[in-house]
């Protein structure tokens, strides 16, 4: 009986887990776009990128700093190396006769000369070792000081980079949750529309049966559920396919199951003067800024080639422990200097020259790029205030049109129930109704998204969606 009571309580909770996991998880427009944010492989790359710009810029400085080496080496010849030299016991003999002959001790004889010849010798130990230790500081190089600036240049762009994807997700996540939030609507006006065609089949049949309307009217109503049932199944797979397109955007398994929450609330905003939304963008976009300091970079590594026609200057001091022996009794030394070292660079084949000229024309090629897009910014700043205006004027005609179509309904209804209507009647109003409906939502929608894809050419990001990520100074 344990058993049995174990087993059926081992059931249950399992039936509740299995029930839990298989729940939805529903999204606001919020979670959803901070889900994408910690998903989204753009912005993992835009990070990656940033760590690895911080660490140059700290490289970059590393190269003013001084620079300490340590270097130690142990030889021992297996065979001697040997070089010619003067024969010293000629030289000896030859020296001494030459004395005795000019002093007269000797009486003069050249044949006591020896030939002046070359002999290999070796000058080398068997047992060699060197300890050096030099420290070397840089005092003067146009190299390392650009670099230090071009550095902190490509950090900056790094992290306007990754404001720039973060913009570009929101704007995704934007536009993916409420296409899906749009399907899901348009399937409760369409299920409202079959609900509706379901209410009048109903009523036609009530009235058919106690012989107030004719055949043909009861078939008209059932043709009409059957004709708004393919309609109602389509939205439904319509809806799946966004919410599957949205879990792309957000970066989770297709296998998860997710639903959207929101509301198309229509909140007609106050829209400034055009030329001052205009100087805004200019100023605040994050594509724009980029290809800002895109360009900054691109002169910093012009400056960089032509720093090679500078000198470099820099200090030195070296100190070593040396010691040489046959036969491992070494005799030890050390010595210690110090000084200041120049080089310069005279001819290199004009490869500097042409450096020169490529990253001058990268320049003025991303030059090009920052005038193309403050006029496609320009331009698209204009068309999103038209059309935000144009919306607004537009929804709030839909508003009223709703209004009219379901009190025509209403009244097509009454009418055919109190017999003086027409059963086309009741049909083409929820027609116009459901497409009123399915209109007015579609407005409010492309307001919506019209006035998110304004704001991330405005360059307005909420900071709690940028500060999280942005690292640390």
């Not at 065609?197 to 049966?209: G, I, M, P, R, T």
């Amino acid at each position: 009986m344990k058993k049995y009571f174990l087993l059926s309580l081992s059931i249950i909770v399992f039936g509740f887990a299995f029930r839990a996991s298989a729940q939805s998880r529903v999204l606001t427009l919020d979670d959803a776009i901070h889900l994408a944010l910690e998903n989204n492989t753009d912005i993992k790359i835009s990070l990656m990128n940033t760590e690895r710009s911080r660490a140059a810029v700290r490289e970059a400085f590393g190269y003013a700093l001084p620079s300490l080496d340590l270097s130690a080496n142990f030889a021992h010849f297996l065979k001697k190396p040997k070089m010619p030299f003067p024969d010293f016991e000629a030289l000896l003999t030859n020296a001494t006769y030459s004395i005795l002959f000019d002093e007269g001790v000797l009486p003069r004889d050249d044949n006591k000369f020896k030939p002046m010849q070359t002999q290999l010798q070796s000058f080398a130990q068997t047992n060699n070792y060197e300890a050096s230790l030099t420290l070397t500081q840089i005092l003067f190089s146009s190299t390392v000081f650009r670099g230090i600036g071009a550095s902190q240049i490509y950090y900056d762009l790094s992290v306007a980079e990754l404001r720039n994807t973060i913009g570009k997700t929101k704007l995704n996540v934007e536009r993916a949750f409420y296409g899906s939030l749009l399907m899901k609507e348009m399937l409760g006006i369409t299920r409202a529309s079959f609900e509706n065609a379901q209410e009048n089949l109903s009523n036609v049949n009530a009235l058919f049966d106690q012989g107030l309307v004719s055949d043909f009217d009861r078939m008209q109503a059932e043709v009409q559920v059957e004709n708004i049932r393919p309609t109602l199944m389509q939205m439904e797979n319509m809806l799946a396919t966004t919410l599957n397109d949205l879990k792309l955007v957000l970066g989770i398994d297709q296998s998860l199951d997710i639903d959207v929450t929101g509301e198309f609330v229509y909140r007609p905003e106050e829209l400034s003067d055009e030329a001052d939304m205009i100087d805004f963008a200019l100023t605040n976009n994050h594509g724009l800024q980029s290809l800002k300091l895109k360009m900054n970079v691109d002169e910093e590594f012009i400056a960089l080639d032509l720093s090679e026609y500078w000198p470099t200057l820099a200090a030195f001091g070296n100190y070593t422990y040396a010691g040489s022996s046959d036969k491992w009794d070494f005799q030890n030394y050390n010595s210690a200097t110090v000084g200041i070292s120049f080089s310069m660079n005279l001819w290199k084949g004009h490869q500097t020259r042409n450096r020169v000229q490529q990253a001058t024309i990268t320049y003025k090629q991303t030059e090009q790029q920052l005038e193309q897009l403050r006029d496609y910014i320009t331009n698209q700043v204009k068309a999103k205030m038209l059309e935000l205006k144009r919306v607004q004027s537009l929804v709030e005609a839909q508003e009223r049109n709703v209004n009219l179509a379901s009190r025509a309904y209403d009244i097509a209804t009454i009418r055919y129930k109190e017999g003086t209507g027409s059963q086309l009647e009741v049909q083409n109003a929820d027609v116009a109704l459901k497409q009123a409906r399915i209109n007015r939502i579609q407005s409010i929608h492309s307001y919506i998204i019209t006035k998110y894809e304004l704001e991330q050419i405005l360059g307005r990001i909420n900071s709690e969606y940028i500060d999280p990520y942005l690292p640390e100074n």
